[in-house]
């Protein structure tokens, strides 16, 4: 168990609404990545979080905002949802140290947008 | 940005026999690439890795190989069981002050026939 969890694990939304998807990192990691893998494709990298600020974005619109909290938990929030957005959304946590980042994956939350 | 390419996208093999999936990338300055598994509804889980200052690594039936000057590196895993049934991915990161993303290939679905 790689201790990193997610909440909620399966949510159903309708197009249009807005959704906010929470992971816990692993004890000692201070940062935290958002991925978001779409149904026979490997994850694709939103944003990350270090030390609650944002450090690295991917290519996603900016209806898709995040935060990082002082014990180093994060919220992806995305807005304005589209039947695009149903996926799998993964977080990873790694420990923001040394020149390598080993990334922890939570189990992830699966988005349906109707 | 880097773009990672893998291939096959399906592999189906016989128990006991040899896997090969391999990759390649566009970035010169990635220097770390793991390589995940993902069972079906799981987690994506962290079963090998290489950094750019060695050629090979090896852990029991799983090695991976890595060619910098093509840009290419491969996951090889020996006498497989069922159980290596899974999606595996490939990714590449570039050295970015010790936290950068992970850029995933789309995967490949093994498949053991037992």
Redesign the interface.
Known sequence: E?G?TQSPTHLIKTRGQQVTLRCSSQSGHN?V?W?QQAL??????IF?Y?REEE??R?NFPPRFSGLQFPNYSSELNVNALELDDSALY?C?S?S?????????????TRLTVL | GENVEQHPSTLSVQEGDSAVIKCTYSDSASNYFPWYKQELGKRPQLIIDIRSNVGEKKDQRIAVTLNKTAKHFSLHITETQPEDSAVYFCAATPWNSGNTPLVFGKGTRLSVIA
Do not use: D, H, I
């Open positions: 790689t990193v940062t990545s991925y026979g494709q490997g994850p694709q990298f990350q270090y450090n690295g991917g993964l990873a790694s923001g140290t040394g020149m390598y980042n080993e990334q922890f994956f939570g189990p992830g």
